[in-house]
Each structure stands twice: as structure tokens, then as C-alpha cells.
């Protein structure tokens, strides 16, 4: 298990790469940044990695669909084809292509400094022999990664010889609404001037770079504890291996515990909850999580009876899916929109007896009038609370009245319905093997241990639900694939209000204890 020290351990026993010359590109440098560690594991052990699932594929391909509209602004742009592996090759293309007068840009160009392989996005020629370096984000604003990104491109750039007089992202703007026609690309991009922020970052370029290429040709790993750096800025594909022998108890799972006090308890030798000391400054919430691992019993707080009262059953469990693409696919909605297409719905009647209802769009066009007319038809003549385990079927629904006037009266009449279990749970509940997460699917599964979410096929999370109807919508699948998708969808989005009903039935009965 790893220690509470910023030191050295051995390397591990698989190499993949061991007989190549190590050597940064733009992606190591960036992940050498968020974690040394990261950055030796992903050359020296990447087969320890875990592979991209569903919603990383769906980012993937977001970034590339993003990517490629982007070299629309550049009528006349040349892109460089030499694949990564010959890059040697795609320097020389890049170096005839910026000889070329008549190219107005180059995508992808390929450059290499100090031991530092890059290709840009987009190089624009200006006038005087200057470039403009262009960063393409399918991301709706700036962050502190994109200022590291591109000053890294900038130093190749600059060190390679090129004049660099403009750094720039591109990248989408979050208010831009598709048109009846389609998308009007010049609106859907936002230009964001970075030229003084990375000549202002680039004077640490060197040193940093330096560093990262000293870790990756060493033969030790950097001996970095996990901790909340690992998902920022990005998931770190090495988080199951790192963390594999942490205990159930670790104290990471200390809800909201922020990244300079989870160091510090670090920094202490401090791994367990039940090791935190009394006097260790803590909210509330945590405070009741460290009472319930050491005495090791659930809590339940006096007041849950009276917070369930009105909630039923008699009772309906209902649960939105939406997807949310970078480029909208329907007229009227924005970058990232949440566009509901499924919902499910069970009911408890005050027998105890179960029904189910469901929604899933087909996938062929806006799912949005279809979904709220089905619902409202579930619906109707019933009364009763809704339950919920977010806020965010309400917030759905309220879209869906603004949308459809016609429709206003009886969504906000379901809205008046609604009763969210989370704050319910959050107050009054807490189990060791939440781990520290108030989400459905921790709760559910450690309070009710009939629900698992392990065995679903594929889909067991939203945004892998929401790629799932991406790729379905945009025609990306084929006839076998889409049917296996919607199988899986539907079993996912059911097995959410089913988790609901359970857990609703075991929190009755907690309270009656
Ligand atoms: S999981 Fe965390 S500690 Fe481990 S390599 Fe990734 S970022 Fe570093």
C-alpha cells in the first residue's frame, strides 16, 4: 500500500515501451502536470491503465466531430495525414506545407523540441511571416489546462523557429441554439485570447519540461498518494490501480473533505476514517460519517419518520435520461443541452403492489414532445407523491413548459408532485458502505442489498445512457448494435426506479425501528 510520502518506489514488473527512447508529446506533458505519477505509469505501465468506457469513447468522438468542424473557418486549410507513429515524416509535411505561400493553414502540423512532439490543431498564417496557434476545445470555457496546453505548443512552436504572434482556443459557445437549417459554424465557435497568458506561462515551460522528461526515462516511479488531484482536470485512467488497496474506510470517502485537508491527513499517516482525530476540523456531515466508522453502526436519525410522512406509498418512482451532445442535433437547442428522451416510471398502490410504465425515444428526430405527452398521459387521473432522487427532473420539467405552452398546465401539475429523496437520505442516513457518496447508486445497493447496479449490460450511468442515444440519434450504429443499446437502455433507466422503490421500502422501515 502506498505510503504517505512524496518519495521513490520501485517500478512495477510490466513494461510495455521499455524498448523505445521515452519522449513527451503534448498529452504527457499535460498528464506529467496533473501527476508525476501518471505521466511515468502511462509510459512504463500502461497495460495497467484502465480502457476508455462508453462515456470516454462518446467524449472522445465529441472532440473529434469538434475538431474537425473547426478547420471549416479555414477554407483552403491543408490538414497533415502522417499518422503519430511517423512523425519524423509529418514534420517534413508541416515544414513544406508553411513554405507553401498558398496555404492559408495547416491542421494538425507536427513539430518537435527538446525532446517534445506536438501537433497543432490549427497554424494560421498571418501576415509577415507570422502564425496564429489555435487550440480546438470541444469544452464551453477556459480552464487553467488549456493555458498549460497551449504555452507547451508555444514552446515547440517558438523553439522550432516558428513566429508565433497569436494564441488562441477555439471553442464552443455554450449559447450558440442550432438553427432550422443546421449548424452555422462561424457562431458556434468562440475565439479566447491566450496570447499574454501563455507568454506568461511559458517562462515555467522549460524547467517543467525538463522535470517530466527526467521522470519518464527513470527507472523509479514517482510514490504519489491519490487523492482529488486525480480528476482534476481529468480522470486519471490509473485510479483503480492506485487506489486497489485502499481501505473500505479510506479517507477519501469523507464527503466534501477538500484536497488540502485530505492532505493533510495525509501527510499525517492518516488512511482510515476511524483514525481522524477528535479535534481534526471537520462539517458537520463529516463529523457524523467519522461516528459511524468507528462505532461501526449505520445512523438513523430521529427525525426520518416525520421527514417520510406524505411521501407514501401509495407512491409513484420516476426517473429521467437525457443526452446532452456538444453539437446540438436539434433545432433550438445549445452545446450540451439536456434533451430528455427516456423516462421511467413505477408505482407502489397502497396493496404494495408494483407496475411499471416506460419511455424511449426512437432516435429519429427531437424526442421532446413525445416524451412529455407519454408522460403526461401516464399520468393522468392519478394522484399522489413523485418521487425522485434529484432535482433534476424538476429543472426537466420546467424546461418542458417553457417549451410547449400547450403542455404547461399539466407538467407544472406533476411538478407540484414531486418529492426528492436525496436531501431526505443526506439528512437523515448514513451507511459505512456509502463510501462517503449520497448518489442513488451508492445508496441503494448499501441500504437495500437485493439492488445492484453490477450486473446491467453496458449502460450502468448516465452519461453512458446519454452516449448510448447520441450514437443512436446521430446514425453512428448499426441495426444490431442500435437494438442491443436500447435493450440496455431500458434496463438501465428501469433499474433506477426500481432502486428507488426499494430504497424508499427500507427507509420505512428503518424509521420504524
Ligand atoms: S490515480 Fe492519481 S496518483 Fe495514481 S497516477 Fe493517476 S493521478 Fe497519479
Known sequence: MPTASSGLSRRPA?????KLQPYLTKSRYLEGVQCRKRLWLGWHA??????????????FEAGREVGA???????????????????AEAVTRTRDLMDDADVPAIFEGAFEWKGVRIRVDVLERLSGGAWGLLEVKASTRLKQVHVDDVSVQRFVLEGSGVSVSSVDLLHVDRDYARGDNGIDWPAFFQRTDLTAESAARLEQVPDVVEDLRRILGGEVMPDILPGRHC???YDCEFWDHC?????DDWVFYLPGLTGDRLRALQEHGIECIP????????SATQARVCKVHRSGERYVSAGLASALGGLGPPAFYLDFETLGPAIPLYPGTRPYQAVPFQWSLHHVDSAGELTHREFLADGRGDPRRLFADGLIDALSGTAGPILVYSS???????ALAELYPDLAEPIRALVDR???LAPVVRANLYDPAFQGSFSLKAVAPALAPCVTFDNLDRIAEGSAASSAMSRISRGSVDAAEEARLRTALLAYCQRDTLALVELHRVMIEAARR
Open 14 to 18: 510490466r513494461s510495455r515501451n521499455s
Open 46 to 59: 500502461a497495460d495497467l491503465a484502465r480502457g476508455p468506457d462508453e462515456t470516454l469513447q462518446a467524449l
Open 69 to 87: 468542424a473547426a478547420r471549416l473557418l479555414f477554407p483552403g486549410g491543408t490538414l497533415v495525414t502522417e499518422p503519430p507513429w511517423a512523425h
Open 231 to 233: 480528476s482534476d482536470p
Open 243 to 247: 487506489t486497489r488497496q485502499m481501505p
Open 275 to 282: 483514525h481522524v482525530p477528535e479535534d481534526f476540523p471537520l
Open 392 to 398: 433534476f427532473e424538476r429543472t426537466q420539467l420546467r
Open 418 to 420: 414531486l418529492r426528492d
